[in-house]
């Protein structure tokens, strides 16, 4: 008898997770469709980028030192606005050269007073960021000189005049809008992750009882650790496309206005980690059932169709969930994956509230994973037609 | 020594397989024959664990067998397959390590049989690219790369060509020399015949023979031929004799005991010119079909 051939520790699952992992990686539709991702996510952030650094420059023509005094006071105004912005006067000889000027694309407007009228003309209706400062500055300069004829001043005019805004929300709107688009994009990602990488579980599972492979391998290894390897393998696979995709969304923050939010995210973001993984693997055991019921890769589509749909509405229910209803689905397993992560990033939860969710999901997936491992045994050496669910479950 | 024994699986009302007992010892070569559905491979699955026995046991040298065990087996199932887009090599290296052989090892072990058996330019092609003859090639180094204690095959011969046969009846004879115990099932008689030390022939789920080629055919009825000057005719009215086949001045006829068949000759050599009397060997193909019948 021939002798071992090995020194190597038999580790199946990690073999199998190997295999699912290199497979996929020279996979060029896998390769090609993580690479445009990732450059979409970069033009995002460089057009944002090349937007925000537009320094809003305007010239206005202006025929006499009036008009000229006029554009400098706006000027003043413009700038407690944003400090990068210019508004230029322009001297010109005559009206008519200012709106030559003005259509020959040399300056943006021409502003003239003409019987006691101040006109500002451009080419169509004029920018707000040019009309807006110089018709305040018209404005409050002839209410003061009205004012200072009816013995009063502008001040005593425009007392009690003004009306304050205030957000009775508590939150700045910039804030809003980031953890709009977090909770956005912490569903979405989880949400595509599971699906894309549910499904290829399901279709590599089906591959292998189509191609009969399955028996060698379950010759060779225990299904346990067959199912195992590719749940792993897959979840390695999803994770590591996530953090490289949030990685490149942080470093685009970096670069932009919003960089100031990013301390406020890297808390919820550490959170969505763990929620994330164990929130996947909870799926991964009956996406791999899913594959293991039909026997053809046409019967896919039918048997993966109510977990497909499931999916799909509870992210539209978490989308659309607020207050206490938001509450209550942040500790349901699954929908805690992207809320929860949203809710710490709202700042209303306490430490041992996400502690509780995870652990939920942890109870979940065990028992996903013990529901699913025995659909799959039960499926994977089924080689004809599909296998029902009430089939599925029976027996042993 | 592989030790199947009394193994019955049962498929709702049909009994696929019923109280199948054989061995497999160590170094010998034994194929498994029987008709389409006579329960080959249900009891190759049983043997292998991808299948559980309703009832029986299957031993490995005097124990039990265990998952360990099996894991060091050489399979190759019925219903055949490789991962179809990946390469070649890449998946036999897969198995192999499946089977705990290290991945540096497994390669060279891969690629050198890849090389024997004629497709070492083609070791990064993907399976689906091969023909179904050399995809069936790939499929039997799969089953040896784990350096196998022992192999169970179902049909391993079929599709493949004369010259691939013999090339693969060589790497089987290799195993069987190392001690190597190898069970595979087939319809070639005559391959079977050639190639093995002892035959289990299955029918309708049960064990109708088993013995070695020479022990199957001595089992079987005493048969003689009988070549006369004249017509043979008068062997029908010798007592305790039974006419098989008659054309002529030739009789096949089987006699209920040896000394029947010597009252014929006797007979014979007093009637005229005997040219031949001698016992009729059956062939493999002819025990199978009485046993099967």
Redesign the interface.
């Known amino acids: 008898?021939?002798a071992?051939?090995?020194?190597?520790k038999?580790r199946?699952w990690a073999?199998?997770a190997g295999?699912e992992i290199?497979?996929k990686l020279t996979d060029k539709n896998f390769i090609i469709s993580t690479l445009f991702t990732l450059v979409l996510i970069a033009v995002i952030f460089a057009v944002q980028a090349f937007f925000a650094s537009q320094a809003s420059e305007s010239k206005v023509a202006v025929v006499d030192d009036d008009g000229a005094a006029i554009v400098a006071s706006a000027q003043v105004l413009v700038e407690t606005d944003d400090a990068d912005a210019v508004l230029e006067p322009v001297s010109v000889d005559s009206v008519e050269a200012g709106k030559t000027a003005v259509t020959e694309g040399e300056v943006d407007a021409v502003l003239f007073q003409e019987e006691g009228v101040w006109t500002l003309g451009a080419d169509g209706f004029p920018a707000t960021d040019v009309l807006g400062p110089i018709e305040a500055t018209i404005q409050s300069q002839v209410l003061s000189t009205n004012a200072t004829e009816a013995g009063t001043t502008l001040d005593a005019l425009s007392a009690g005049s003004e009306v304050v805004t205030e957000d009775v929300s508590g939150a700045d709107s910039d804030e809003q809008l980031v953890i709009f688009i977090a909770g956005l994009a912490f569903a979405v990602l989880f949400y595509i992750a599971s699906l894309m990488f549910g499904m290829s579980i399901a279709t590599s599972v089906i591959?292998?009882k189509?191609?009969?492979?399955v028996?060698?391998?379950?010759?060779?290894?225990?299904t346990s650790q067959l199912l195992a390897g590719k749940v792993l393998g897959n979840t390695v696979l999803a994770f590591a496309q996530m953090v490289l995709l949030v990685g490149v969304s942080l470093i685009g923050i970096t670069f932009s206005d919003y960089d100031t939010f990013l301390p406020m995210v890297t808390e919820p973001l550490l959170w969505y980690l763990p929620f994330f993984i164990v929130g996947f693997i909870a799926l991964a055991c009956i996406w791999a059932a899913a594959g293991a019921m039909g026997s053809r890769t046409e019967d896919l589509q039918t048997t993966t169709m109510p977990l497909t749909l499931t999916l799909v509405g509870l992210f539209l229910l978490a989308l659309n969930l607020d207050g206490t209803a938001a509450s209550i689905a942040s500790y349901f397993p699954v929908m805690s994956t992207f809320m929860m992560p949203l809710r710490i990033l709202e700042g209303d939860v306490t430490w041992w509230q996400p502690l509780l969710a995870l652990l939920i999901t942890i109870g979940f997936s065990w028992l996903t994973i013990r529901l699913g491992a025995r659909i799959y045994r039960r499926g994977l050496?089924q080689?004809q037609g599909k296998l029902g669910f009430k089939e599925a479950l029976s027996g042993s | 020594m592989l030790d199947v024994n009394g193994i019955t699986r049962t498929y709702g009302e049909h009994r696929a397989v019923d109280n199948v007992t054989f061995d497999v010892p160590e170094g010998h070569m034994v194929g498994f024959v029987g008709a389409n559905g006579a329960g080959k491979t249900t009891t190759m699955r049983m043997i292998m664990g991808v299948l559980a026995p309703d009832d029986g046991q299957v031993f490995w040298q005097g124990e039990p067998i265990t998952p360990a065990a099996r894991a060091r087996f050489g399979y190759m199932p019925e219903e055949r397959g490789l991962y179809p887009k990946q390469p070649v090599l890449d998946q036999l290296v897969f198995l192999a390590r499946l089977h705990g052989v290290d991945a540096g090892a497994a390669k060279a072990r891969a690629t050198d049989l890849l090389e024997r058996f004629g497709l070492g330019e083609r070791t990064s092609e993907k399976v689906e690219k091969l023909s179904l003859g050399n995809q069936q090639r790939a499929q039997i180094i799969a089953s040896v790369l784990g350096d196998p204690l022992a192999l169970i095959l179902d049909e391993p011969f079929s599709g493949l060509d004369p010259a691939a046969v013999d090339q693969m009846s060589e790497l089987l004879r290799e195993h069987t020399a190392r001690g190597v115990p190898v069970l595979f099932s087939s319809h070639q008689l005559d391959l079977v015949d050639r190639l093995c030390d002892s035959i289990v022939v299955l029918h309708q789920g049960k064990v109708v023979a088993r013995g070695t080629s020479r022990e199957l055919r001595q089992a079987g009825p005493l048969r003689y031929r009988v070549v006369l000057g004249g017509d043979a005719g008068w062997v029908r009215a010798v007592s305790d004799v039974e006419v098989i086949d008659l054309d002529g001045n030739t009789a096949i006829f089987q006699p209920g005991d040896e000394q029947s068949a010597q009252r014929v000759l006797a007979e014979a050599v007093q009637r005229g010119t005997v040219s031949d009397f001698s016992p009729v060997i059956p062939t493999l193909s002819e025990i199978y079909r009485e046993v099967s019948a």
């Open positions: 008898m021939s071992a051939p090995t020194t190597e038999i199946p073999v199998v295999r290199k497979v591959e292998e189509q191609s009969r492979i028996e060698i391998i379950t010759a060779a290894i225990p050496l080689t």
